[in-house]
């Protein structure tokens, strides 16, 4: 028998269908390109300005650096100008000084040797006041050890005048040096030998502060801090040099011990602390 033909059904043929109507299905339209943003306009810059780049901090740090740098010498050059200038005027005064001796000289001469012999006297006097000037000098010659006290006057808190060479006469000495009174490590040094005083006076020893400030000023710090000594005032720090203990327009914080009746330098102690000067005075006066 001849084979059967194979029935076509509709599932047959569904995908067929199925097919053409994904076909048909319209396309999606493409996307739309986007708009084009507007340009942005550029910041108008300085030249100058555009050059400098942001550095490090450690540049920053140089930058400095080399700014000090350039101020000190700036300075250094205007304080060489200035000596240049202070040296070209003692030049010009030289000169005109020189015209005027000259005049004189020649007038000197017509007159005759009169004047001479007038000139000749007067040096013969200058010379012994000059020695006179230097023993003066030799007089408030520094102090060590085994020095005695000078005889120079000094004013107290009151105004009154005092001998240094007779403070020792009847005991031993010990004097502080303040730099300013009235500040807190002078206020600190003299309030401990204030609380110190008894300790002091047990021993033979009387207690003077020294300071290059007015009788008015150490007035005030006396009465506002109730000391029991004597304040002396040193104005222009002729006895605080004497002592070691100046060091250009200031007073270096010291304490020194002097013998009674002699009156002899037994112990200089220059660049002390506030806290431990009396202390230190104190060891050492027990030590004697």
């Known amino acids: 028998m001849p084979p059967r033909k194979k029935e076509t059904t509709e599932e047959a043929t569904e995908p067929e269908r199925r097919s053409t109507r994904i076909r048909d299905m319209p396309t999606k339209p493409p996307p ?9 306009r550029a910041k ?5 300005l555009s050059e400098w780049k942001p550095t490090k901090k450690a540049s920053s740090k140089k930058r400095k650096k080399a700014d000090l740098a350039a101020e000190d010498a700036e300075d250094a050059e205007d304080a060489k100008t200035k000596d240049v200038e202070a040296e070209e005027k003692p030049k010009k005064k030289v000169k005109t000084e020189a015209k005027a001796t000259k005049g004189k000289k020649a007038a000197a001469g017509k007159e005759g040797a009169a004047p001479a012999a007038a000139s000749t006297s007067e040096a013969a006097t200058a010379q012994p006041a000059a020695q006179g000037g230097n023993e003066a000098k030799k007089e408030h010659s520094a102090l060590t050890i085994g020095s005695a006290l000078p005889q120079m006057i000094l004013k107290n808190e009151k105004g009154d005048n005092v001998d240094l060479s007779t403070l020792a006469s009847q005991n031993g000495v010990v004097i502080f040096a303040s730099p300013k009174a009235d500040t807190p490590g002078c206020n600190k040094q003299s309030c401990h030998f204030r609380d110190s005083t008894a300790d002091f006076t047990k021993l033979g020893y009387d207690v003077y502060g020294l300071t290059s400030d007015t ?3 150490l007035t005030k710090w006396k009465t506002k801090n109730s000391f029991q000594y004597t304040l002396l005032s040193d104005p222009n720090r002729e006895f605080i040099a004497m002592l070691g203990a100046k060091t250009g327009n200031a007073t270096k914080r010291s304490h020194f011990v002097f013998e009674r009746e002699t009156g002899k330098l037994l112990d200089a102690q220059i660049g002390v602390k506030p806290d431990t000067s009396h202390s230190a005075a104190l060891e050492f006066i027990k030590g004697l």
């Not at 739309?32 to 942005?40: D, E, G």
């Open 215 to 217: 009788p008015a000023a």
């Open 32 to 40: 739309a390109a986007p708009a084009a943003q507007p340009a942005k």
């Open 44 to 48: 108008k810059t300085d030249p100058e």
